[in-house]
């Protein structure tokens, strides 16, 4: 047998093998053998053909079984893709890119933990496919296992640190905990190593956005979308930085770019009615939240943004009713009432107790305390829970109520409610607002001690420019500066209320400010010191901050000074407030013109003056 014809025949004897076909390869390398006795190929080929043959269990499905599978899952069959795929683990547990498969469509459905599940499966069977461990990741992250998905990336990274879909999806884990310098790190290396990746830099905007770093974070969302020309996700994070920013216009541009790529994006819709909101144009941004609804109707966050266009309108009976959907968001300001607990505002109330617990701001709460008289008046046992900070000055409302910082006990409790849904459940509207001059109290030796410090023969104006910094404060705050006018005027003494946020802005100042030291609200009990000055105070000169709620709360002649468009509970237009009887409002009519408002406050204090002679 020819040297070419021997090679001829082991390459056929090799075919027939791996068809199958092994009586006909055994004879041609018999032939072979015979031939030439020592030929090492020959006798290899035969050895492996006497080898028992594997259980099947060990052996892998068709190719054309897993293209199949495969199909299944790019097709969007999930459910089917499952079932085949378990019939397959079944028959065929050692492969992993069933398993992979299995996990990939469990994920698909929402079903994090069986995906996972699977992903590990995949993990032990192949040590070394990373994209096994990014999977498990994905699923991990989603489950909130925020440790174990970075473990898990970081094991994917390992066997190929060129991954970077790992690193991308590392940077988000990372971020969900709050490690916004590390997950921009992440996405960093992603980027260095696949610069088109549009995910990338989308998600290092959000980073950059929580940062607060909105131009940055504005400029990463335009590289994404430069890679990416039909992202609707980067358009509508690129309008709220926009909107943050207070480039309304731009924003609804960038929104309307989301909608013309997915039309039915709920989220688009949600976020263009807040910036119609911000605007003023009430009834635009209520057809973009009705969008949105009609869309999802369960979106709570869209319900819940709908309710500040009713209230701000005056409509408080729809506005409070949606106000409810606050506690169903995904980041709730309050937790709903357990359900053996609901009181529906018309089951008898007589002798029960009635639990109510704090909820968002020092001013909400401040607000909406007057709250509790009303279910003793109806019979109540009523237990407030709130910060102890504030049981000293709540204590001073005219109520039995139990102010307490502890939980009581199932057994003690009839019904329960937060406090802000209580003017909902009593059916609150603009005629029915439990409104008084004053339903909160100083201390009298306080007021007494602090009014010594003062003079008697000027006219005393306490002020406050700024609250806390944070997203709710946007637009409300001013500069101290801006007060320089009004202490130009005759016979009159600035006294300073304000504390923490923008209290440095003092030191900076060029005119007469009382400011009463260290020792003021510095204890345990807040706004203590602040209700007895203000007490001895002609006037109280305030932004929309708790400050303003407690002067209103205590009776006292307020002024607040007020965005283009304020919080819901100041409304519109109006110049007086439905909730406080002696409080004046003074309105921006340009966003962001706080000159004008204060060109206002100087005519109408001048004026006031001479009437005080």
């Known amino acids: 047998m020819a040297k070419l014809s021997v090679d001829k025949a082991l390459l056929k004897a090799k075919s027939h093998a791996k068809k199958g076909e092994i009586e006909e390869a055994q004879k041609l390398y018999q032939a072979v053998l015979q031939a030439f006795p ?24 068709p190719q054309e079984t897993i293209n199949q599978l495969l199909n299944l899952y790019n097709q969007g069959q999930l459910t089917t893709a499952i079932e085949q795929a ?10 992993f890119i069933v398993w992979n498969i299995l996990g990939a469509a469990h994920n698909g459905l929402g079903e994090t933990f069986e995906a996972s599940e699977a992903f590990k499966k995949v993990t032990v069977l192949n040590p070394n496919y990373a994209d096994g461990f990014n999977n498990l990741g994905v699923t991990l992250k989603d489950q ?14 390992a066997i190929k640190p060129d991954n970077a879909e790992a690193y991308n999806n590392m940077g988000t884990a990372l971020k969900e905990q709050g490690k916004l310098e590390e997950a921009i790190e992440a996405y960093n290396k992603s980027l260095a190593i696949k610069p088109d990746y549009a995910e990338a830099y989308y998600n290092m905007g959000n980073a950059l956005k929580e940062q607060g ?29 926009l909107k943050e920013q207070g480039k309304l216009e731009e924003a609804i541009e960038a929104y309307n ?17 807040t910036a119609l909101k911000d605007q003023g144009k009430l009834e635009e ?3 973009a939240y009705k969008k949105a609804v009609s869309l999802n109707p369960d979106f709570s966050e869209a319900n819940y943004n709908y309710s500040f266009c009713y209230n701000l309108k005056g409509e408080l009976r729809k506005g409070l009713e949606l106000a409810e959907w606050r506690m169903k968001k995904v980041e709730p300001t309050a937790r709903l009432p357990r359900t053996d607990f609901i009181w529906d505002g018309h089951k008898c109330l007589s002798g029960k107790s009635f639990f109510v617990y704090e909820e968002q701001g020092l001013g909400d709460i401040i607000q909406f305390c007057r709250y509790l008289p009303l279910l003793e008046q109806k019979g109540a046992k009523v237990t407030f829970k709130v910060k102890s900070k504030l049981h000293k000055l709540l204590k001073t409302l005219e109520s039995d109520a139990l102010i307490t910082d502890q939980f009581p006990d199932e057994e003690q409790i009839d019904f329960e409610a937060p406090l802000m849904s209580l003017p909902h459940l009593f059916g609150t509207d603009l005629e029915t607002i439990p409104a008084t001059n004053a339903y909160l109290y ?4 306080r007021t007494k001690t602090w009014g010594e410090r003062f003079s008697t023969d000027k006219f005393k104006i306490g002020i406050c420019w700024q609250g806390s910094k944070t997203k709710v404060d946007i637009g409300r705050s001013f500069s101290l500066s801006i007060f320089e006018g009004l202490s130009n005027a005759p016979n009159v003494e600035l006294i300073s209320l304000h504390k923490g946020e923008g209290e440095s802005q003092i030191e900076g100042i060029s005119f007469d400010l009382t400011t009463l030291g260290d020792a003021f609200d510095n204890g345990d009990d807040a706004f203590i010191d602040t209700a007895a000055v203000m007490m001895k105070c002609d006037l109280i000169i305030t932004s929309d901050t708790a400050v303003a709620h407690l002067a209103g709360a205590l009776g006292c002649q ?28 003074y309105r921006q009519k340009v966003s962001g013109d706080w000159d004008c408002v204060f060109d206002a406050i100087n005519r109408d204090l001048r004026i006031l003056l001479d009437q005080s002679g």
Not at 144 to 157: D, M, R
Request: no cysteine.
């Open 86 to 95: 378990n019939t397959l683990t079944a028959q065929y547990p050692e492969t």
């Open 144 to 157: 909130g296992k925020l440790e174990e998905a970075i473990e898990a990336y970081n094991k994917a990274l």
């Open 38 to 61: 020592k030929n090492k190929r020959a006798q290899q080929g035969l050895a492996a053909l006497s080898k028992p043959k594997q259980p099947a269990a060990t052996q892998g499905p």
């Open 213 to 241: 770093k909105l131009e940055e974070a504005i400029e990463a969302y335009n590289k994404s979308l430069a890679i990416k020309p039909d992202y609707a996700e980067a358009y509508n994070n690129m309008g709220t930085a």
């Open 558 to 585: 307020t002024w607040v000074a007020l965005k283009h468009v304020p919080d819901w509970r100041w409304m519109l237009h109006r110049p007086d407030s439905p909730w406080y009887p002696t409080m004046t409002l």
């Open 442 to 445: 100083a201390d009298h030796d």
């Open 285 to 287: 941004a209520m057809e």
């Open 257 to 273: 770019k989301a909608l013309a790529i997915k039309p039915d994006y709920a989220e688009a819709y949600n976020n263009m009615g």
